[in-house]
């Protein structure tokens, strides 16, 4: 028997707009995040795009974005793999905080994870990481789909963050949190 699945769009308000990412969202992304102040100087599209090719991301498989009914971007999450360990890295944006987008891209994020994890022996998989701006409603959403904070070294966090185009001095203000693969939705 075929697992029950819950569409992480059900989470969503009516008229929102969930879909993998493609490279000219760059420019809406970096705004989104800039608004969310997640570096103390500006982000600039080109490097987000450098970062995804540095990567190798798969924008329509490794990342989603929601959109609200104006298609304005209020959402964002990322997947890749580094070293063996599944990471998540996302934001909403600040004035649309609480109406369930937040909930539609982790729970997305963890069948990501799940996915890439098919092919890994059980006895090999390590726990998702997924990191976040360090925000009251994020801690909540966390603890709320059984995820638990982590204290990462620091050397770990530009990996945990996919931070790669910042430079190695920025200082750098995350909550980590890490969750079982067998408690995966």
């Known amino acids: 028997?075929?697992?029950?699945?819950?569409?992480?769009?059900?989470y969503l308000p009516s008229g929102y707009i969930f879909r993998g990412a493609m490279f000219n969202d760059a420019a809406s992304i970096v705004y989104m995040l800039n608004?969310?102040?997640?570096?103390?100087t500006t982000l600039q599209a080109d490097g987000l795009?450098?970062?995804?090719?540095?990567?190798r991301f798969n924008l329509a498989l490794d990342m989603r974005l929601v959109f609200d009914p104006r298609e304005v971007l209020v959402g964002y999450l990322q997947f890749w793999i580094d070293e063996h360990r599944p990471l998540l890295w996302g934001c909403v944006h600040p004035a649309f905080e609480g109406r369930g987008i937040g909930s539609a891209l982790l729970r997305w994020g963890e069948a990501r994870v799940c996915?890439?994890?098919?092919?890994v022996p059980a006895s090999l998989r390590i726990a998702p990481h997924f990191s976040t701006l360090p925000v009251q409603r994020a801690h909540e959403l966390c603890e709320h789909l059984?995820?638990?904070q982590i204290r990462p070294r620091r050397a770990e966090i530009k990996k945990v963050t996919?931070?790669?185009h910042l430079?190695?001095?920025?200082?750098l203000q995350y909550d980590v949190y890490e969750k079982a693969v067998d408690q995966l939705n």
Not at 1 to 10: F, G, I, K, Q
Not at 115 to 119: E, F, I, K, Q, Y
Not at 167 to 171: F, L, N, Q, S
């Open 146 to 148: 059984g995820w638990r």
């Open 162 to 164: 996919g931070a790669l």
């Open 115 to 119: 996915l890439a994890m098919d092919s």
């Open 49 to 55: 795009r450098q970062e995804w090719l540095t990567r």
């Open 35 to 40: 608004q969310r102040k997640f570096t103390p």
């Open 167 to 171: 430079p190695e001095t920025a200082d």
């Open 1 to 10: 028997m075929a697992p029950l699945h819950h569409s992480p769009t059900s």
